[in-house]
């Protein structure tokens, strides 16, 4: 079946560090692939997302590239804000893979950055 | 609009009392999905709706849980008798379309605590 697994956090960092999660998925087709984020006392909502091999997604300073080869889609920023404090999910959706049509989520990653 | 739009914020009960749990989704939107987010395991998609039809309902944990899309504005989530560790967060999110690279969008959660 699918999966993602994502890196355990909490991950700490100060303001204006760079930023890797790293993500890594197991699918049986051709998934599509996203990074959702969820701040305090909220629902998750769309950060990135990329559809196929080699695509890059980003936003907001946000990027991830698609890499087929390793199963990666590792989450990057060059310099975070205090206000990146947040949860993380990476997630992907094939549902070639006979699941339900929704999403197949990470367990998240606790993002903290110290001014 | 509103956005994905869940009833109540907060529920506290007690151990063998009924919860409903209410969602209300984008208009226009066609597929439902509710989820469970707990500490240990994540997030966890219990069910999901394409145009009020239950497509899949193989994450509902047992059957003391049940869900019902009455119409394209409504949904709800029901456990009867609740139990401790039915205490979570519980999301409901909705999509436009049901290709997979459509984007969820999700409510503020209910946060369940159940004594």
């Known amino acids: 079946g699918n999966s993602v697994t994502q890196m355990e956090g909490p991950v700490t960092l100060s303001e204006e560090a760079f930023l890797t999660i790293n993500c890594t998925y197991t699918?049986?087709?051709?998934?599509?692939l996203f990074w959702y984020v969820q701040y305090p006392g909220e629902g998750l909502q769309l950060l990135l997302k990329?559809?196929?091999?080699?695509d890059k997604g980003s936003n907001k300073g946000f990027e991830a590239t698609y890499r087929k080869e390793t199963t990666s889609f590792h989450l990057e920023k060059g310099s975070v804000q205090v206000s990146d404090s947040a949860v993380y999910f990476c997630?992907?959706?094939?549902?070639?893979?006979?699941?339900?049509?929704?999403?197949?989520f990470g367990k998240g990653t606790h993002l903290i950055i110290q001014p | 609009d509103a956005g994905v739009i869940q009833s109540p914020r907060h529920e506290v009960t007690e151990m063998g009392q009924e919860v409903t749990l209410r969602c209300k989704p984008i208009?226009?939107?066609?597929?439902l999905f509710w989820y469970r987010q707990t500490m240990m395991r994540g997030l966890e998609l219990l069910i999901y709706?394409?145009?009020?039809?239950?497509?899949?309902d193989s994450g509902m944990p047992e059957d003391r849980f049940s869900a019902k899309m009455p119409n394209a504005s409504f949904s709800t989530l029901k456990i009867q008798p609740s139990e401790p560790r039915d205490s979570a967060v519980y999301f409901c999110?909705?999509?436009?379309?049901?290709?997979?690279?459509?984007?969820?969008?999700f409510g503020s959660g209910t946060q369940l605590s159940v004594l």
């Open positions: 999110a909705s999509r436009a379309g049901t290709g997979r690279n459509e984007k969820l969008f």
């Open positions: 699918a049986t087709g051709y998934p599509s």
């Open positions: 990329a559809t196929k091999a080699d």
């Open positions: 997630a992907l959706s094939d549902p070639s893979g006979g699941g339900a049509d929704g999403l197949t």
């Open positions: 208009s226009g939107h066609n597929s």
């Open positions: 709706f394409n145009n009020n039809v239950p497509i899949d």
